[in-house]
Every structure is written in structure tokens, then in C-alpha cells.
């Protein structure tokens, strides 16, 4: 799987937006971006994923350029809860022996949210 | 539906001694990972299953070992217990194949003493 590069760490205002980068500069043409978020001391949670399309669900949008070397994921509306470590992941898409199981995390970016 | 189920939450071991971690997947889920989660890193995938058989694997050695049972539960073991083995051990399942998204357990904080 590609490998990811993002942030260390940033901070938003509580309802504002917060966009946060990631590099995959060695993306595949089959290889997936996926976004999961891990608060303090719970299991990782997924967000979204997308391809080459722009995404959006009930979470968050994911933006993806278009020779697919980077992708930005939006939360429109910041609260407290979702102050995180947001973790970006490229892996390889489709196929029988394939699972969304098998991810390979990075360090993350630690978002945090204040009032 | 109970999402993915790990016991127990919280276990202290003595250096040497062996253990053993056990994971429900998810309703309709035949495939479950196990991660290793050191404090302050991300997730280090450990290995899968599905099948009932070990299908991939990450860089640990001989002393982690798991079985998969026909209602897709898993155990994850641990032998020889080593400081450095202290961590939290994550559990996720997904159906087989496709572009899937992991769920993943609250995890059993382990701590070698």
C-alpha cells in the first residue's frame, strides 16, 4: 500500500471547518484513500474513502486533486466531539482476497477542536 | 447489532506468562484483523483471518498466534510475554473482498509488568 504523509497535528474553531491534508504521492491507479479517526483510548473509526471522486456522507467530505496525489478531508462543522487523531490510508481496492480489515496506519494528525 | 465485541477490557500480565484476547466480529463479517497499538503510534497490523486460516500477516514474530472459529470469533495469543508486548490490541472485521470499511472493537489494553 502507498505510503501517507500528513500534519503532525492542527487545531480548529468549534463550528468552523476543518480541513485536513494528506499526501500519497505513490497512489496506485487501484488503490483507495480512506479516512479513519481514533478518539483517546477507543477503537478507529471510518469516515469515508473514495477513489477519484469528490465524496461526501453524513461525516464528512473527502476531496480528491485530480492526478490523485493528495486529498483533503472536511468536517463543515467542527465540534468538540470530534476532537481525534485522523489517520489517512491508501490501500488496494476490490478483489476476493482483498478486506477492509488489513490497513496500514500511519502517525495521524491530531485535531483538536476548541471552544 | 453489537458491532465488534473484545474481552477482556483491561488485562495485567507478568513478564514470561502467556495470554489469550478474544474478538466477536461484527454481524455478517467473516474476516477479522488484529492491530497492535503502542502508546502515541497508530495501529500496527498483526495479522488475519478468514476461513478459519491466517491469510496475511504483518513483521511479529512466532510468539503472536491466533485461531479463527466456524461463527468467525477470533483469539489472538500471546506467548512469552515481554515488556514491549504492553499495548492496546485492537480487533476489526469486514466482509471478504470489495471496497469494505473496517469496524473496529474498543480494544483490551494489555500491560506486562
Known amino acids: 500500500d502507498a505510503k501517507t504523509t500528513q500534519p503532525p497535528s492542527m487545531d480548529c474553531a468549534e463550528g468552523r471547518a476543518a480541513n485536513l491534508p494528506c499526501n500519497h504521492s505513490?497512489?496506485?491507479?487501484?488503490?483507495?484513500v480512506y479516512w479513519y479517526r481514533q478518539i483517546h483510548s477507543q477503537g478507529p473509526q471510518y469516515i469515508i474513502h473514495?477513489?477519484?471522486n469528490n465524496e461526501t456522507n453524513e461525516m464528512a467530505s473527502l476531496i480528491i486533486t485530480e492526478d490523485r496525489k493528495s486529498s483533503t478531508l472536511i468536517l463543515p462543522h467542527a465540534t468538540l466531539r470530534d476532537t481525534a487523531v485522523y489517520y489517512c490510508?491508501?490501500?488496494?481496492?476490490?478483489?476476493?482476497?482483498?478486506?477492509?480489515?488489513?490497513?496500514?496506519f500511519g502517525e495521524g494528525t491530531q485535531l483538536t477542536v476548541n471552544p | 447489532d453489537a458491532g465488534v465485541t473484545q474481552s477482556p477490557t483491561h488485562l495485567i500480565k507478568t513478564r514470561g506468562q502467556q495470554v489469550t484476547l478474544r474478538c466477536s466480529p461484527k454481524?455478517?463479517?467473516?474476516?477479522v484483523s488484529w492491530y497492535q497499538q503502542a502508546l502515541g503510534q497508530g495501529p500496527q497490523f498483526i495479522f488475519q483471518?478468514?476461513?478459519?486460516?491466517?491469510?496475511q500477516r504483518g513483521n511479529f514474530p512466532d510468539r503472536f498466534s491466533g485461531h479463527q472459529f466456524p461463527n468467525y470469533s477470533s483469539e489472538l495469543n500471546v506467548n512469552a510475554l515481554l515488556l514491549g508486548d504492553s499495548a492496546l490490541y485492537l480487533c476489526?472485521?469486514?466482509?471478504?473482498?470489495?471496497?469494505?470499511?473496517?469496524?473496529f472493537g474498543q480494544g483490551t489494553r494489555l500491560t506486562v509488568v
Open positions: 505513490t497512489i496506485s491507479g487501484n488503490e483507495y
Open positions: 483471518y478468514y476461513e478459519e486460516e491466517e491469510r
Open positions: 473514495g477513489l477519484k
Open positions: 454481524s455478517g463479517h467473516d474476516t
Open positions: 476489526a472485521s469486514s466482509p471478504r473482498g470489495g471496497n469494505t470499511e473496517a469496524f
Open positions: 490510508i491508501v490501500r488496494v481496492g476490490g478483489g476476493v482476497e482483498t478486506s477492509g480489515s488489513r490497513l496500514t
